[in-house]
């Protein structure tokens, strides 16, 4: 499926795909119910400048969109919520902070603040229900909500002797470290995540070009698919269907169709 520009997110709610791309103000629309995953109309948010993520909640049928310029440090984002008939409300989030990522469990939105060293969870209306605050020195991308209300971030972490290392961490509500998935070298990117039905983890390495799937202590189970193309950034896994959808930094989102173990089989469908 092609897109307009570098795709910076990926969802999937009530079998319609939604994409966002760098630097543009619409929403790309995809039918996931057909084989050709038809392109529907887009849909325009008025003012929005650097879309960097997208969320769906399936509780209330709303999008949520991360708006920010991670060129532009100093410039404030904010987050779009789209509803089903279209209306469009913007989110600023206090102290000037911009959301870098997000993610949705039921109706819980979880925020990544760019340049943050916490984790903010809102309800559907804005409602600030919890604030983490992780341990200095971490540089989180990305986080999703368990269902015991811990959280899992990927993150640049700390190895003994003080050099970089990526990391995916379990952490509490006060910011305590239950455990962590460690790269195996420097040359991995843990970009984005999505939990799935049985607590596993599944993991987008941008570096690596791959999706790993973790279980539920954090040890890696398998690569479900390897050798991807154009440096992968964002997944959606749409679990009734085992549609894994990948969005690259080239104008394009990668289908493939995953189980346990996954299928050797990736559906590219131009637009």
Same mark, same amino acid.
């Given at each position: 499926?092609?897109?307009?520009?570098?795709?910076?997110?990926?969802?999937?709610?009530?079998?319609?795909?939604?994409?966002?791309?760098?630097?543009?103000?619409?929403?790309?629309?995809?039918?996931?119910?057909?084989?050709?995953?038809? !392109?529907? #109309?887009?849909?325009?948010?008025?003012?929005?400048?650097?879309?960097?993520?997208?969320?769906?909640?399936?509780?209330?049928?709303?999008?949520?969109?991360?708006?920010?310029?991670?060129?532009?440090?100093?410039?404030?984002?904010?987050? *779009?919520?789209?509803?089903?008939?279209?209306?469009?409300?913007? *989110?600023?989030?206090?102290?000037?902070?911009?959301?870098?990522?997000?993610?949705?469990?039921?109706?819980?939105?979880?925020?990544?603040?760019?340049?943050?060293?916490?984790?903010?969870?809102?309800?559907?209306?804005?409602?600030?229900? !919890?604030?983490?605050?992780?341990?200095?020195?971490?540089?989180?991308?990305?986080?999703? #909500?368990?269902?015991?209300?811990?959280?899992?971030?990927?993150? *640049?972490?700390?190895?003994?002797?003080?050099?970089?290392?990526?990391?995916?961490? #379990?952490?509490?509500?006060?910011?305590?470290?239950?455990?962590?998935?460690?790269?195996?070298?420097?040359?991995?990117?843990?970009?984005?995540? !999505?939990?799935?039905?049985?607590?596993?983890?599944?993991?987008?390495?941008? *570096?690596?070009?791959?999706?790993?799937?973790?279980?539920?202590?954090?040890?890696?189970? !398998?690569?479900?698919?390897?050798?991807?193309?154009?440096?992968?950034?964002?997944?959606?896994?749409?679990?009734?269907?085992?549609?894994?959808?990948?969005?690259?930094?080239?104008?394009?989102?990668?289908?493939?169709?995953?189980?346990?173990?996954?299928?050797?089989?990736?559906?590219?469908?131009?637009?």
């Amino acid at each position: 499926m092609f897109a307009t520009g570098v795709v910076r997110g990926v969802a999937v709610l009530k079998g319609l795909l939604y994409a966002v791309c760098e630097l543009s103000p619409v929403v790309h629309v995809f039918d996931t119910g057909t084989k050709s995953f038809e !392109r529907l #109309e887009d849909i325009k948010v008025p003012n929005m400048d650097d879309p960097n993520d997208i969320a769906v909640c399936t509780t209330t049928n709303e999008l949520f969109i991360a708006d920010c310029r991670i060129d532009k440090p100093n410039c404030v984002g904010c987050i *779009w919520k789209v509803t089903p008939s279209k209306t469009m409300t913007r *989110w600023m989030l206090r102290g000037g902070m911009s959301p870098y990522s997000l993610s949705i469990r039921k109706d819980r939105i979880l925020v990544i603040p760019l340049h943050s060293q916490m984790l903010l969870i809102f309800g559907t209306e804005q409602r600030l229900k !919890r604030k983490i605050v992780l341990p200095g020195r971490m540089e989180p991308r990305h986080a999703v #909500e368990t269902e015991h209300r811990t959280v899992i971030v990927c993150h *640049w972490g700390r190895r003994i002797d003080g050099s970089k290392v990526f990391q995916i961490g #379990e952490f509490d509500g006060t910011g305590q470290n239950l455990k962590v998935f460690s790269a195996t070298d420097d040359l991995n990117d843990f970009a984005h995540m !999505r939990l799935d039905p049985d607590g596993r983890l599944l993991v987008v390495d941008s *570096w690596k070009s791959c999706v790993l799937l973790l279980n539920k202590n954090l040890q890696l189970e !398998r690569i479900l698919v390897q050798n991807l193309d154009n440096n992968p950034y964002r997944l959606f896994y749409a679990e009734q269907t085992g549609h894994l959808f990948i969005g690259e930094s080239v104008e394009h989102v990668k289908v493939y169709n995953v189980s346990y173990p996954p299928s050797s089989t990736a559906n590219h469908v131009k637009k």
